[in-house]
């Protein structure tokens, strides 16, 4: 349980760490016209708790098990299972940075490809202990990532 937290962390402070030294938050709330992202800690400690169990069903409980259902229906062959499951974990860990696209746009183009590849990297991370360990660490990272990018760190 400890793990996946601690990775979360670090992913975590990071993100702060790039925005600290970047300012590119600013960018992206004036692009949406407010003057920061987010609002205060209460309401964030509970927005962000509960999203990540979201975020895990939709990107990995429902569309890697489901596809890898009808594979492994189709072809009965254990190597070729596991290298299903981690194109799925690929191209699922695409859909959130290809989501925030629009956003990214208004952050140079380095600082953009960088943060794209933090967020598939985050992804990609908890497609691996949800394979490995199941639902609840792969929820259990994005619950530290989020702790210390939208908790704590209030930009």
Same mark, same amino acid.
């Given at each position: 349980?400890?793990?996946?937290?601690?990775?979360?962390?670090?992913?975590?402070?990071?993100?702060?760490?790039?925005?600290?030294?970047?300012?590119?938050?600013?960018?992206?709330a004036?692009?949406?016209?407010?003057?920061?992202?987010?609002?205060?800690?209460?309401?964030?400690? @509970? #927005? !962000?708790?509960?999203?990540? =169990?979201?975020?895990?069903?939709?990107?990995? &409980?429902f569309?890697? /098990?489901f $596809?890898?259902w009808?594979?492994?229906?189709?072809?009965?062959?254990?190597?070729?299972?596991? @290298? #299903? !499951?981690?194109v799925?974990? =690929?191209?699922?860990s695409?859909?959130?940075? &290809?989501?925030?696209? /629009?956003? $990214?746009?208004v952050?140079?183009?380095?600082?953009?490809?960088?943060?794209?590849?933090?967020? @598939?990297?985050?992804?990609?991370?908890?497609?691996?202990?949800?394979?490995?360990?199941?639902?609840?660490?792969?929820?259990?990272?994005?619950?530290?990532?989020?702790?210390?990018?939208?908790?704590?760190?209030?930009?």
């Amino acid at each position: 349980i400890l793990f996946p937290i601690l990775i979360g962390f670090g992913i975590g402070a990071l993100m702060v760490a790039i925005d600290l030294s970047s300012g590119y938050t600013r960018l992206i709330a004036a692009r949406h016209g407010v003057s920061r992202q987010y609002t205060d800690f209460p309401s964030m400690f @509970f #927005v !962000f708790t509960s999203a990540p =169990i979201i975020v895990e069903v939709v990107y990995r &409980l429902f569309l890697i /098990p489901f $596809l890898l259902w009808i594979v492994s229906k189709v072809i009965q062959n254990d190597k070729v299972q596991r @290298f #299903v !499951f981690w194109v799925l974990a =690929i191209v699922t860990s695409l859909l959130e940075p &290809l989501g925030m696209y /629009p956003d $990214l746009q208004v952050v140079p183009g380095r600082l953009a490809i960088l943060l794209a590849l933090i967020y @598939f990297g985050i992804n990609l991370t908890q497609a691996g202990f949800f394979r490995k360990h199941g639902f609840l660490a792969a929820i259990l990272v994005r619950m530290g990532f989020y702790f210390i990018w939208h908790v704590l760190y209030i930009h």
